[in-house]
């Protein structure tokens, strides 16, 4: 009896260690997921089809749920706004940075409408206040010239939004 109570309780104590450990573990979505939002980022690069940023990027209902439950340092920039000068501000900054991206590309003679490959590094994920969130990145080069693109996201009811990008 003694020796059968020494080797249950480590067994029954690894059991509990594994269901511990499958609570906290995060389900990886797809690395799929994010090829498709860093594909579309890159037409709206190549394009400047900024309809596409529109699907993107949250509307104001969704940005104001995210922010909400968001941990405060990672809303302290977006602080001082309202939510629908957030959704404007967010939405701008993006535009702005695309068309920061195709006039710095022009000087550097890097055509994005001839560019061929593209990469998607594999995004980082973390899990915060109930949002899944992923910061990923693309390389684009043309005949010798590289960009790095770097991207937030934040999953809201199963659909990834653009919540930054720069580079």
């Not at 389900?27 to 579309?40: A, G, L, Q, W």
């Not at 000068?85 to 003679?109: C, M, P």
């Not at 109930?130 to 390389?139: K, P, R, V």
Request: glycine residues 2%.
């Amino acid at each position: 009896m003694k020796h059968l109570y020494r080797t249950t309780l480590p067994v029954f104590f690894l059991f509990l260690c594994s269901f511990a450990l499958q609570a906290n573990h995060d389900t990886k979505p797809t690395e799929d997921v994010f090829k498709k939002i860093s594909k579309d980022i890159f037409k709206v690069l190549k394009n400047k089809d900024f309809k596409i940023l529109d699907k993107l990027t949250p509307d104001r209902a969704i940005l104001e749920e995210v922010m909400k439950q968001m941990p405060e340092r990672d809303k302290e920039p977006w602080k001082h706004y309202t939510y629908k000068e957030l959704e404007k501000t967010i939405n701008n900054a993006i535009k702005k940075q695309v068309k920061r991206l195709h006039d710095e590309s022009k000087i550097n003679s890097a055509d994005f409408s001839k560019i061929r490959f593209i990469r998607h590094g594999r995004p980082s994920l973390k899990k915060e206040k109930g949002f899944e969130q992923a910061e990923g990145n693309i390389t684009i080069s043309n005949s010798g010239s590289i960009m790095n693109i770097k991207y937030h996201l934040v999953k809201y009811k199963s659909k990834w939004y653009l919540m930054r990008i720069w580079y």
